[in-house]
């Protein structure tokens, strides 16, 4: 995967002289993408590109080629294919697509081309994919411009989708492997490459069909032991299976037997297109969760009810709060009022103002041998008018910077966008858009937890 | 009801000298939101407040009072109920908390404020409550600010959470009742009144627990005719459940006995706290789904397939295309391109670009016969620099003015904020922040469909 990933000279076969709005000219975002290596346009019809020299091929290029990306019609490309290993090129990313996604010529194509590539120690990325992103070397061979950043993230894809809609998926993108139709290079080599890549501390797989299963397995739970594994699988219901089919032309599989299997390796499993994001975000930012057991602090009673709801749904279980606890809050309450988990403060702050009480209880609630991870609800308030009921300096006061207990937020009101990132400036702390979010992104940091428990029992053992 | 949301009169019980941040209060917030009745302000300390003649009790003010809100402490409450009434108030709200939300002594102040209303023919909101809301006519006896819209959402909750964080539920609310502990005005009351109001074109409902269940099965139902009823039942966990009792001291009831009573009375229940807006602006915006069939246009094969699988998750089918529509974009794409639903546009697009293939699809697609609703999914490119990738204006021009087949769709890339509004600029369709939440809306709009049409048969067979 080295050559994929970390190439000094990347030859672009089938670039093409236009460039500019509507021309998905890969050289032309390579180039602003900044990518640092040596760039070989090639290009029967033209004796230079965007500046750089053109070769009508790469024997006349005549020099080292790491990575050949080849975008040309589909007919052409074994012949190209061909060439580049004759060059002694070792990866080759073909971005067109037609082939195990389209029709049996197609599929024949692309038989073809992986036996060509095999028996001369060539590997092939693709076809139908978008290839690589590498942010920490800013190398990118999409032909769609991407967001750049340095981010943790590693991405393992069969669309270029979680590339251009990174934020509708893992968020960012720290490097990124689209295997298409995964033809020759398949989960395996992506997955063993960035686990053992230590700019990566979290990898994001988007699955439709997976080969070498077994091999995959004992992989995702090696690399699992150091970083989160998460792999949204799709092709889930029947018309997807078959959509699986003809976009990729993998085998969807028996999903309920992919979870499974994948579970057990320790994979964190996704099952809808949002959360894919939601978990990254959350186990980069949040500690696995020691045990079941979740304190909910509330300024709504009825947002309280909510919080349990979808705790229980979600497995989690409410924390017994000490006495000690009850009674940090207690003493600021009217004595009517019952308190327990959720933990309900608003007759206390009608009585000495929010930002009095709310660092008291997340203190309390924090120190609680009982608890294992607190779920805040507070408010969100227009500013500046309403400033005294935005509760986050306090709450980020109260919190430790060593993080041993997850602490999530929710919070209500008009102003959710800039409130939030008031919470979340210090880094210890994540607000979610609903309380369902909220409970979900617990419980994976539950799961998390226990996989880590199981690792540490089996070492304990052996 | 009427005189609790249109009062000509409202007298403020117990109202505080103390105004400015943190004082809640209600009379300020109420002169701020601009209400032209007028407002008698009750305070034996005060000769006036914020500007307006202050009375030591409601007898000295000596004039004729619609609505008495009552923000006294919990033992002051009882006294203050038997003053209203004899000076003949029939409207009164108990914001105080304390009551059948908190110990044995609140229960039984609750019973006997009950009993003394009902001896004379006054009715009680509440306790436990911010009262109401309408922004017909610029009223709110909340002590909490609320954003001001004329709205047609009526909504009916239990807590105040549903007023001040109306972004996190409804979205919007034209006129808001807040039952609280409900011990006198219920829910059949506040539906009863939002049903018949023609301001009024959609109800979400906030329940913890429900009494006179017949009569608002039976009311649901006749209200459901004319406009849709949302039903958010929290407490159905058992720490929710036990939360429930300590919050407004109702009984949380079966469940799922709840769920099926509310939906064979035609209610759309809800299950998650995000569900309510969604529904909201949904049913605002969308038409009835006619049928169960959906067609998906994608320009992410990967898109679709995860598409297919949310669909069928919810209960709906993909339509099969007719030939017509099939050809009208296979005439765009390659020959090896096979064409089914989900739609994948790609490689046409590859070809003849995005702005020219898509609205010649989405128009194929909505002239089908078989196909009973849309999901679109595009791109939200960058811009100004990918203007070429935003296919809004097409879009729009393509769908028509009158609706009935939902459309709706679901956008990826890095702006999705600015490109979203432009989809939805002409208010012909919707843009959902999954896809997820796409499928889950039109099954909701399905579900409607499906109640007018049983409706529709049972008027015609009678």
């Known amino acids: 995967m080295k050559h994929f990933l970390e190439p000094a000279s990347v030859a672009l076969i089938g670039v093409s002289r236009r460039s500019g709005p509507g021309s998905y000219n890969l050289m032309e975002n390579m180039l602003e993408y900044g990518f640092p290596g040596k760039i070989i346009p090639i290009n029967p019809q033209a004796d230079e590109i965007l500046g750089v020299k053109a070769w009508p091929n790469v024997q006349a290029a005549a020099q080292p080629i790491d990575l050949a990306v080849i975008s040309l019609p589909r007919d052409l490309v074994l012949t190209s294919v061909a060439e580049c290993v004759a060059a002694g090129v070792k990866a080759i990313i073909v971005v067109t697509q037609g082939f195990g996604d389209a029709d049996a010529r197609g599929r024949e194509l692309q038989a073809e081309m992986v036996a060509l590539a095999r028996q001369n120690g060539a590997r092939i990325l693709g ?125 969807a599989g028996h999903y309920r037997i992919y979870e499974a299997a994948l579970r057990q390796a320790g994979v964190l499993f996704l099952d809808e297109d949002w959360q894919m994001g939601e978990a990254v975000r959350t186990l980069l930012n949040q500690p696995p969760m020691p045990g079941d057991r979740v304190a909910v602090i509330t300024v709504t009673g009825a947002g309280g009810i909510m919080a349990s709801d979808a705790l229980e749904k979600y ?135 226990k996989f880590l428990e199981r690792i540490e029992a089996d070492r304990a053992n052996s």
Chains 1, 2 share one sequence.
């Open 127 to 251: 076809p139908n994919t978008l290839g690589v992103v590498n942010n920490f070397n800013r190398l990118t061979t999409s032909f769609m411009p991407l967001v750049r950043e340095k981010s943790p993230v590693g991405l393992i894809c069969q669309s270029g989708v979680f590339f251009v809609g990174a934020d509708n998926f893992s968020g960012q993108i720290g490097k990124g492997i689209d295997l298409g139709n995964a033809c020759d290079v398949g989960f395996c080599e992506a997955l063993e490459y960035l686990g053992d890549d230590p700019d990566i501390k979290i990898i994001a797989v988007h699955m439709e069909g997976l080969e070498r299963t077994r091999d995959f397995l004992s992989l995702a739970a090696r690399v699992s032991r150091t970083k989160p594994v998460l792999v949204y699988k799709t092709g889930k219901s029947e018309t997807g299976a078959r959509a699986v089919a003809s976009h990729t032309g993998s085998l």
């Open 315 to 449: 497995g989690l279980c409410p924390a017994t709060l000490a006495d000690a606890t009850i009674k940090a809050v207690a003493d600021l309450s009217p004595e009517w009022m019952p308190l327990g988990n959720p933990l309900d403060l608003w007759p206390a702050v009608m009585r000495h103002g929010l930002r009095e009480v709310y660092p008291v209880a997340l203190t309390a609630v924090l120190d609680d041998p009982g608890v294992d991870s607190v779920l805040m609800m507070s408010i969100a308030p227009d500013l500046p008018r309403f400033e005294f009921l935005d509760v986050s300096e306090g709450v980020n006061q109260a919190l430790p910077r060593e993080k041993s207990k997850p602490v999530v937020a929710w919070l209500y009101g008009p102003n959710r966008g800039q409130v939030g990132r008031r919470f979340e400036q210090e880094d210890k702390i994540l607000v979610y858009q609903s309380i369902e979010r909220a409970a979900w992104s617990l419980s994976l940091l539950r799961e998390r937890g």
